[in-house]
């Protein structure tokens, strides 16, 4: 499994869900804003699984979870509630 | 003046309006009606029992491309075209059958009820004392002489008639009129062709459902049940919205629509059968999973059924000019522009979600008249999904806002006897200036 960094959640995103991502998307910048949409968290939680072995649990199911490379990398590394 | 009831015919009636308008969505209607007001004696046929197309026999909830791209975030929405798209905006506001404008990201859409919005299109056709409508009416054939469409052949039911119509606007969405009459016209291949949606109306969902991290919940919990195989694939195409009262709500569920018989294409009836299949199965188990998985969802049930699933791409028509992707880009206009496109355009390749692409600058693209007129038929206008553009142009011009301004300029222009499409410009520019300072 690749590790979950702020960056390869970046890249994850915008090779899965939103390919017009600027090169210089921050790691803190918010994915919604860029146009992230419930269909999209929700192949974002199959390739999670299916990538980084990451199980989103129901409860972790939030906008602040899923806002930014930062934070998606923080889930998926389990440090989240 | 027998405004707006519907005409008799009997087997043998030969009618000649002045404008014959083929199918009665949102492009439709509006060319119905702007022709109509120029006094052309006009005839609107729709297959279908009722009027709005892909607004209320798909259940398109809302209006898109109906306002200018917010040029700020703190900007007002501003109703991006004169006359008619102004007016049902007005009248739908008033009339509590929409509400909004609603801030979608960087865009501005009406949320409309789908039901309400046939009554309306009914009334508005009726209040025209030029337009005459029939619905349950399809085209099945047209004769060409020269460079003008003659005749044109109708059909209800088994019964069949001709008409002999001045000119004709082309709505069909599919460019029905260009595949009857062999003129040059365009499909994108199946594999870029826009995907369709199957659109279902909800109830009973508890109100809050689709508030906050609500449709992130909904999300998650399907993902679940996909990576589970507890239901399809298929399912991961869908997308939920609030309607707008208090009990009502949308599944909306992207399809590939690649049935196991062909690739798919809108004007093949074994992918329309497919997907119309593929739709129902997929939603009624995306809701019965719902129901014992989800907070909110216990009692929630189907409670509409679209008529037809709703299709975004088919057939284009080839016209004298070709609206691109660049003229959008760059919010290109000209003194021929009689249409402004302000829809990012949304590409719906995939069953998995859009991709929008925005214009340069937030400024409306001006839409040609030559985009609204047949290549090589004088006598034949296009509005609506099946103008005159390139596949990715066309992925912004189909929404219905932009849709009811091209039917406004065609209608317009086919109410007209100038030829010269230069001169034409100028006329549809010109009555559009009126209703502008009208205002």
């Known amino acids: 499994m690749p590790d979950a960094t702020p960056n390869t959640m970046i890249k994850l995103v915008r090779e899965t869900v939103l390919p017009d991502l600027p090169a210089d998307f921050s790691t803190e910048a918010d994915f919604f804003e860029a146009g992230l949409d419930s269909m999209g968290v929700m192949q974002l939680v199959m390739y999670l699984e299916e990538r980084f072995g990451k199980k989103v649990e129901p409860t972790e199911l939030s906008r602040d979870n899923f806002r930014s490379g930062s934070t998606l990398a923080t889930l998926v590394n389990g440090k989240t509630a | 003046m027998n405004a707006g009831v519907p005409i008799f015919l009997g087997n043998d009636a030969i009618l000649n309006p002045d404008v014959l308008i083929i199918g009665g969505g949102s492009a439709g209607v509006a060319a119905a009606i702007a022709a109509a007001r120029q006094g052309a004696d006009t ?20 209006f898109c491309g109906l306002y200018d791209l917010p040029p700020t975030l703190e900007a007002a929405p501003h109703v991006a075209n004169t006359g008619l798209p102004a007016e049902l905006e007005r009248e739908l506001l008033a ?35 030029n337009l005459k409508v029939l619905l349950h009416t399809d085209v099945i054939d047209a004769a060409v002489e020269g460079n003008r469409v003659t005749e044109v052949m109708l059909h209800c039911r088994g019964r069949t008639w001709k008409l002999r119509p001045r000119s004709i606007v082309d709505a069909s969405g599919d460019a029905v009129l260009a595949a009857l009459t062999k003129h040059p016209w365009d499909q994108t291949p199946a594999a870029e062709l826009q ?18 991290d609500g449709p992130l919940k909904i999300a998650g919990c399907l993902a679940r049940a996909i990576s589970d195989q507890q239901l399809p694939a298929a399912a991961a195409g869908a997308h939920f919205r609030a309607g ?58 189907i409670t509409t059924l679209p008529m037809r699933a709703g299709i975004r791409e088919s057939r284009r028509w080839i016209g004298e000019a070709v609206l ?116």
């Open chain 2, 95 to 129: 009339q509590g059958i929409a509400h909004g404008p609603l801030r979608m990201g960087k865009v501005d859409v009406l949320l409309h009820q789908p039901q309400r919005l046939a009554l309306f299109y009914d009334q508005w056709c009726s209040r025209q004392p």
């Open chain 2, 324 to 439: 691109t992707e660049d003229d959008l880009l760059e919010s290109r206009s000209s003194d021929q522009a009689v249409a402004n496109a302000t829809w990012p355009m949304e590409l719906r390749e995939t069953a998995r979600g859009p991709r929008l692409l925005y214009p340069h600058e937030s400024k409306a693209c001006g839409i040609p008249l030559g985009a609204l007129r047949a290549r090589d038929l004088s006598n034949v206008f296009i509005a609506g999904r099946c103008l005159s553009a390139t596949h990715r142009a066309q992925a912004s011009i189909r929404v219905m806002g932009t849709a009811l301004a091209t039917g406004q300029a065609a209608g317009n222009a086919a109410a007209s006897h100038e030829q010269k499409t230069a001169n034409l410009a100028q006329q549809v520019r010109a009555v559009l200036r009126k209703l502008e300072s009208a205002r």
């Open chain 2, 244 to 301: 707008t009262t208090s009990n009502e709500a949308f599944l909306t569920l992207d399809l590939a629509g690649d049935s196991p018989e062909c690739p798919f294409d809108a004007t093949d009836a074994r992918s329309l059968t497919w997907v119309e299949l593929q739709g129902r199965e997929v939603t009624f188990a995306i809701i019965e999973h719902l129901r014992g998985s989800l907070e909110g969802f216990a009692n929630a049930r």
């Open chain 2, 43 to 62: 005839l609107l046929v729709e297959r279908h029992g009722f009027f709005g197309g892909a607004g209320t026999a798909s259940l398109v909830h809302s």
């Open chain 2, 195 to 212: 995907r369709p949606a199957y659109i279902v109306g909800i109830g009973d969902v508890e109100s809050g459902a689709f508030s906050g």
